[in-house]
């Protein structure tokens, strides 16, 4: 069986193009990086890096050749990481020249000279730091360069959107064996119980997924499927005892599950005698994350 996701908040590259803008307030210039989107997952755990986002435009940027110092007016996080907090809840972000290496702190020196060869170099990292809210966010003034005190340019990231999704896929396929059977006189010849490979953070966030099963094969009728053993079906119903309508489109409602726990089913087809050997049959389980 093959698990695919169908959800376009999660495909989402985690390097995203880096645009400039600048804005001039008294003598502070703010230095914006474009972020773009970001996919998150609640159960990533805290520390994992979201994106990175180059810092190559402060090499172009023109400072006075005088003592400057950093000011990040934020709580430190990961010190050893370099990463501090955002004003976004569940996000830090450091600014270094590699993940967790030769970052810049709260309090450090520098010349003015020095910034545009050093920077050159230098990122800034988002990192998940804990329960994160989706949406649309901007971040001004990460950091600050002051000169004796006075702020004189700010880098920040904007238009940051936040995709997050609550479950993940653990696997992208499964192999369900069913046990050895006897053809008897039982319509079911055979079962096996199995779960699909979703692990979700909380029991409530698999109300939000959506999972249609698709097999475009042919079947005895919508809840069979035709295996390539003669007098042979096959299907899959809930625990609970609720079928799959394999002829459901993807796009059905009503034809969605929400659990992960499932039972395969092989059944006699009326009117034909039953052929033993082995088999092979592939089903498509469909997951959207809402």
């Given amino acids: 069986m093959f698990i695919a996701r169908r959800n376009s908040w999660l495909l989402l590259p985690l390097l995203a193009p880096v645009l400039l803008s600048q804005t001039q307030a ?26 990175t986002f180059p810092a190559s435009t402060l090499s172009h940027a023109v400072l006075p050749d005088a003592d400057l110092n950093v000011m990040i007016p934020h709580p430190v ?20 020249q590699q993940d967790g290496s030769l970052c810049l702190h709260n309090g450090a020196a ?34 600050t360069l002051n000169q004796a005190g006075a702020p004189l340019m700010s880098l920040g990231l904007n238009a940051l959107r936040l995709n997050v999704s609550q479950c993940s896929i653990t696997r992208n396929s499964l192999h369900v064996t069913f046990p050895d059977a006897t053809p008897g006189t039982s319509p079911v010849l055979s079962r096996v119980r199995f779960h699909l490979p979703l692990r979700c953070n909380t029991p409530e966030d698999y109300d ?83």
């Fill in 110 to 143: 520098l010349t003015g000279s020095s910034v545009p060869a050093s920077m050159k170099n230098f990122a800034i990292r988002l990192y998940k730091t804990g329960r994160v809210q989706a949406g649309e966010y901007n971040l001004p003034a990460l950091f």
């Fill in 208 to 290: 939000n997924l959506d999972i249609h099963f698709v097999y475009n094969g042919k079947r005895i009728d919508a809840q069979h499927i035709v295996t390539s053993l003669p007098g042979i079906g096959l299907s899959v119903r809930t625990e609970q005892g609720k079928y799959v309508d394999f002829s459901a489109a993807s796009t059905d409602a009503d034809a969605a599950f929400h659990e992960t726990g499932y039972v395969a089913e092989l059944s006699r087809a009326p009117g034909e005698p039953v052929q033993t050997g082995k088999f092979n049959v592939s089903v498509t389980a469909v997951l959207t994350m809402r």
């Fill in 26 to 51: 008294s003598e502070n210039k703010t230095l914006l990086l474009k972020a773009g989107n970001v996919a998150v997952k609640q159960i990533q755990p805290g520390g994992t890096l979201l994106g």
């Fill in 77 to 96: 996080w990961d010190e050893g990481r370099g990463i501090y907090q955002t004003d976004i809840p569940g996000i830090g972000f450091s600014f270094c």
